[in-house]
């Protein structure tokens, strides 16, 4: 529960929208469905393909719902096989700056 899985192919569930994908794993981990997903998803630049399967979004999208996926419920630790090799510029840039962000903070802020 408190390790966070970033795959290479993503291993998004191709039936659900970009929040379900993410609240899935939210009901999983933390036992409830959280707006942290979908803050996850925004600050990620998908606030715009909320709705959208897996099939409706380039492989850069998919990969940062994946990236949301995996951070949605907080773990501790995060294993990531190549977190940005599908993004552009801006887009690496913000998942790695969450990552250090998440990296930085004290578990008493969570």
């Known amino acids: 529960r408190r390790i966070g ?8 569930f191709d039936s659900l929208a970009a929040t379900r994908n993410v609240a899935l794993a939210a009901a999983l981990g933390s036992g409830k469905d959280s707006d942290r997903g979908r ?18 979004l380039s492989g ?11 951070l949605v419920n907080r773990p501790a630790l995060v294993l990531a096989d190549e977190p940005t090799a599908a993004l ?8 790695i700056t969450l990552l250090q ?6 578990p008493a802020e969570e």
């Not at 803050?39 to 897996?54: A, I, S």
């Not at 850069?60 to 995996?70: I, K, L, N, P, Y």
């Not at 552009?88 to 998942?95: I, T």
């Open 60 to 70: 850069g999208q998919r990969q940062r719902v994946a990236v949301a996926r995996a």
């Open 39 to 56: 803050l996850l998803l925004t600050y990620l630049g998908l606030g715009q393909r909320l709705g959208y399967k897996p099939g409706g």
């Open 88 to 95: 552009d510029a801006n887009s690496g840039l913000a998942v």
């Open 5 to 12: 899985f970033i795959f290479q192919r993503h291993n998004l």
């Open 101 to 106: 962000h998440l990296a930085r903070r004290r």
